[in-house]
């Protein structure tokens, strides 16, 4: 059975950073294009950013305007885990995270067309 768990969340002040992990189990996903998105109490589901498999035209990463040159998405494929760094954090930034999994392209990636979801890890930045 695949699954994602998310690991790495808590209460940080602002400025602060943390470094979310997602361990994958039941496939090995190293072709696989991963992603991270965040849903805020009261607000829609938003990505925040994806890491596609070297396999495709290469290892690129995408990421929302709202964290570009904040996070950084990047995976160990011999732990079968996809992290998220957090670097100088926001209030804005409060939010559960979820990390995601895709088992093919299609129409929409990075911000859409995945299979799979981890069940999140709250992060809650103080002002």
């Known amino acids: 059975q695949v699954q994602l768990v998310e690991s790495g969340g808590g209460l940080v002040q602002f400025g602060g950073s943390l470094r979310l992990s997602c361990a994958a189990s039941?496939?090995?996903?190293?072709?696989?294009?991963m992603g991270w998105f965040r849903q805020a109490p009261g607000k829609e589901r938003e990505f925040v950013a994806a890491?596609?498999?070297?396999?495709?035209?290469?290892?690129?990463?995408y990421y929302a305007g709202s964290v570009k040159g904040r996070f950084t998405i990047s995976r160990d494929n011999a732990k079968n885990t996809v992290y998220l760094q957090m670097n100088n954090l926001k209030p804005e930034d409060t939010a559960a995270y979820y990390c995601?999994?895709?088992?093919?392209?299609?129409?929409?990636?990075?911000?859409?067309?995945?299979?799979?979801w981890g069940q999140g890890t709250q992060v809650t930045v103080s002002s």
């Open positions: 995601a999994a895709a088992l093919s392209k299609t129409t929409g990636w990075p911000t859409a067309g995945y299979d799979y």
């Open positions: 039941g496939w090995t996903f190293s072709a696989y294009p």
């Open positions: 890491l596609q498999p070297m396999s495709w035209s290469g290892g690129i990463s």
